[in-house]
């Protein structure tokens, strides 16, 4: 079994422990053996991204540019490749783990047309003969922290615009799942990026990820994963003084009123609770339907839900792929029990599925009769688990709606013009979808949440300049 070693300073760095990297579809298939860092190699990889950085800040945009569409085309060129990878280590569909990478490389493309878009302010001054100018300068080292559902989309989200506006990276995907991380490292290798400005080591939270949140020498961190995981960090970036944003958890209401098309409700609720095997932070997982349409959506939902195939990742017919782990499946069936325990009739799914290959595989789930103070309402289950709350009209359902911790995304199906727009203006979520799913967004425009889900400015499209850059506004007096 080929070791994959750490990325430190553009050269391949072997580490003295090793995580085998287990397929969900199928156990007996070990994707890799995977670097397990030490904190040692953690701060050998922020030394060397120091050191590259002065002159990758100074680099010219046009040369920025090519190197960051040059890795944008190698994604797009190896997307069946790096899919298979993907859907092999993670558990999604080929098609959804090929989109994803293809996603990534137009990510890259989108972030390299930024480096050519860069622009300042140049301002009166309030004094004669002065002049005022507002710029943006790269924050330094970035340490870009990610979790295991989307291994390629969201490390490359981040590492995109860091590179794009300036910095260097330092990479520490989740050791679940590090397997498309370390083929970004190597197409990075490829491209020829100068060494040290891009650097990936593979380990622990508690190791790796903590050495880069305690680092003097780390500008900013950029995370995405659990609101425990996040606070903590978010914690220890302020205590050594970085920059931090933190993408987290949610617990996604879709509203469906009266005057809903019941069936693109059940199609939009469909994909957004279960597609991805329900393992996205945007899934809907709260279904908040009124009194007349609740009976036709519930069934509509289960029918739909009766034709799911779940399978291997990289059977053509599979819908939806395994829980991507065996402690992420005990969970989903804990909180099976507690539903159940709390009163919620569970009325669809939420089996143990055996398949030819052995496999974290279960039916997707759906609890009907639930209030909103339920645990299973209240937590992020984060599996094919959805709960659907029965409600007297719109008022009651965007209270219940905003009746939450969290503010990723929500959903509303309705016909009616007035309550869409008043649901866009007053749902609290950071996303806010009408008649579709709480899931599926666009690169080139900003996302990210309100409340518990997220701190910081906003990832992606342009206002992701607002995290990885600083702005510097300076005076002259020519003379
Ligand atoms: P997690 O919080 O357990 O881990 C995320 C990352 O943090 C991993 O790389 C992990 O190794 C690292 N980590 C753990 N402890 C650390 C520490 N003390 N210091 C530094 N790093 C540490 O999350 P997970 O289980 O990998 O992912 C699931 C969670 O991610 C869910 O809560 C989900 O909602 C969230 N998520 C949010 C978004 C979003 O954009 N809001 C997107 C995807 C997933």
């Given at each position: 079994m080929t070791h994959h070693p750490n990325y430190i300073g553009g050269e391949w760095v072997a580490a003295e422990a090793h995580v085998p990297n287990v397929n969900?579809?199928?156990?007996?298939?070990?994707?890799g053996e995977y670097a397990l860092a030490d904190a040692s190699q953690a701060r050998a990889a922020i030394a060397a991204a120091r050191q590259a950085f002065p002159a990758w800040a100074a680099l010219s945009s046009q040369r920025r540019f090519e190197y960051l569409d040059q890795i944008g085309s190698l994604l797009i060129a190896r997307k069946h490749e790096l899919g298979m990878l993907l859907a092999r280590e993670q558990g999604k569909t080929l098609s959804n783990a090929m989109f994803e990478v293809e996603r990534a490389g137009y990510t890259f493309k989108f972030f390299a047309g930024e480096c050519l878009r860069m622009q300042g302010d140049h301002v009166a001054s309030l004094r004669p003969g002065i002049d005022i100018d507002v710029t943006r300068e790269p924050l330094g080292v970035i340490g870009v922290i990610t979790p295991w559902n989307f291994p390629i989309g969201i490390p490359v989200w981040k590492i995109a615009p860091a590179l794009a506006y300036g910095n260097c990276v330092v990479f520490k995907p989740p050791e679940l799942v590090p397997a498309c991380g370390w083929e970004l490292a190597r197409i990075i290798h490829e491209v020829g990026l100068?060494?040290?400005?891009f650097n990936l080591v593979v380990g622990k939270g508690r190791v790796v990820g903590e050495a880069m949140t305690t680092?003097?020498?780390?500008?900013g961190i950029s995370f995405t994963g659990s609101v425990a995981v996040g606070r903590q960090i978010g914690l220890a970036a302020m205590q050594s003084g970085k920059k931090v944003q933190l993408e987290m958890g949610g617990k996604n209401p879709m509203v469906v009123l009266d005057d809903a098309n019941v069936d693109l409700a059940a199609d939009a609720a469909l994909d957004a609770a279960f597609y991805f095997t329900g393992q996205?932070?945007?899934?809907?997982s709260r279904l908040i339907v009124t009194d007349a349409i609740h009976d036709r959506f519930v069934a509509a939902l289960r029918e739909r839900m009766r034709r799911i195939t779940v399978g291997?990742?990289?059977?053509?017919?599979?819908?939806i792929g395994p829980v991507v782990s065996e402690a992420q499946l005990a969970q989903n069936l804990e909180y099976l029990d507690v539903g159940k325990r709390e009163?919620?009739?569970?009325?669809?799914g939420g089996e143990l599925l055996e398949r030819p290959t052995k496999g974290y595989y279960m039916s997707p789930a759906l609890f009907v009769?639930?209030?909103?103070?339920m645990r299973i309402n209240r937590e992020?289950?984060?599996?094919p688990v959805a709960a659907v709350i029965r409600v007297r009209d719109y008022e009651e359902a965007l209270h219940l709606a905003n009746d939450t911790e969290f503010g990723l995304a929500s959903s509303i199906c309705t016909s009616s013009q007035k309550h869409a727009a008043h649901f866009r203006r007053y749902?609290?979520?950071g996303l806010v979808m009408v008649n579709l799913p709480t899931a599926g967004f666009e690169y080139h425009v900003p996302f990210g949440g309100t409340k518990a889900s997220s701190y910081g400015s906003r990832e992606q499209g342009r206002y992701a300049q607002e995290f990885f850059t600083t702005v510097k506004t300076s005076y002259m007096r020519p003379i």
């Amino acid at each position: 079994m080929t070791h994959h070693p750490n990325y430190i300073g553009g050269e391949w760095v072997a580490a003295e422990a090793h995580v085998p990297n287990v397929n969900p579809s199928d156990t007996d298939d070990i994707v890799g053996e995977y670097a397990l860092a030490d904190a040692s190699q953690a701060r050998a990889a922020i030394a060397a991204a120091r050191q590259a950085f002065p002159a990758w800040a100074a680099l010219s945009s046009q040369r920025r540019f090519e190197y960051l569409d040059q890795i944008g085309s190698l994604l797009i060129a190896r997307k069946h490749e790096l899919g298979m990878l993907l859907a092999r280590e993670q558990g999604k569909t080929l098609s959804n783990a090929m989109f994803e990478v293809e996603r990534a490389g137009y990510t890259f493309k989108f972030f390299a047309g930024e480096c050519l878009r860069m622009q300042g302010d140049h301002v009166a001054s309030l004094r004669p003969g002065i002049d005022i100018d507002v710029t943006r300068e790269p924050l330094g080292v970035i340490g870009v922290i990610t979790p295991w559902n989307f291994p390629i989309g969201i490390p490359v989200w981040k590492i995109a615009p860091a590179l794009a506006y300036g910095n260097c990276v330092v990479f520490k995907p989740p050791e679940l799942v590090p397997a498309c991380g370390w083929e970004l490292a190597r197409i990075i290798h490829e491209v020829g990026l100068p060494h040290g400005v891009f650097n990936l080591v593979v380990g622990k939270g508690r190791v790796v990820g903590e050495a880069m949140t305690t680092s003097p020498d780390v500008n900013g961190i950029s995370f995405t994963g659990s609101v425990a995981v996040g606070r903590q960090i978010g914690l220890a970036a302020m205590q050594s003084g970085k920059k931090v944003q933190l993408e987290m958890g949610g617990k996604n209401p879709m509203v469906v009123l009266d005057d809903a098309n019941v069936d693109l409700a059940a199609d939009a609720a469909l994909d957004a609770a279960f597609y991805f095997t329900g393992q996205r932070c945007t899934a809907s997982s709260r279904l908040i339907v009124t009194d007349a349409i609740h009976d036709r959506f519930v069934a509509a939902l289960r029918e739909r839900m009766r034709r799911i195939t779940v399978g291997h990742a990289l059977d053509p017919a599979t819908m939806i792929g395994p829980v991507v782990s065996e402690a992420q499946l005990a969970q989903n069936l804990e909180y099976l029990d507690v539903g159940k325990r709390e009163g919620a009739r569970l009325v669809e799914g939420g089996e143990l599925l055996e398949r030819p290959t052995k496999g974290y595989y279960m039916s997707p789930a759906l609890f009907v009769d639930t209030a909103n103070g339920m645990r299973i309402n209240r937590e992020e289950i984060f599996g094919p688990v959805a709960a659907v709350i029965r409600v007297r009209d719109y008022e009651e359902a965007l209270h219940l709606a905003n009746d939450t911790e969290f503010g990723l995304a929500s959903s509303i199906c309705t016909s009616s013009q007035k309550h869409a727009a008043h649901f866009r203006r007053y749902s609290q979520a950071g996303l806010v979808m009408v008649n579709l799913p709480t899931a599926g967004f666009e690169y080139h425009v900003p996302f990210g949440g309100t409340k518990a889900s997220s701190y910081g400015s906003r990832e992606q499209g342009r206002y992701a300049q607002e995290f990885f850059t600083t702005v510097k506004t300076s005076y002259m007096r020519p003379i």
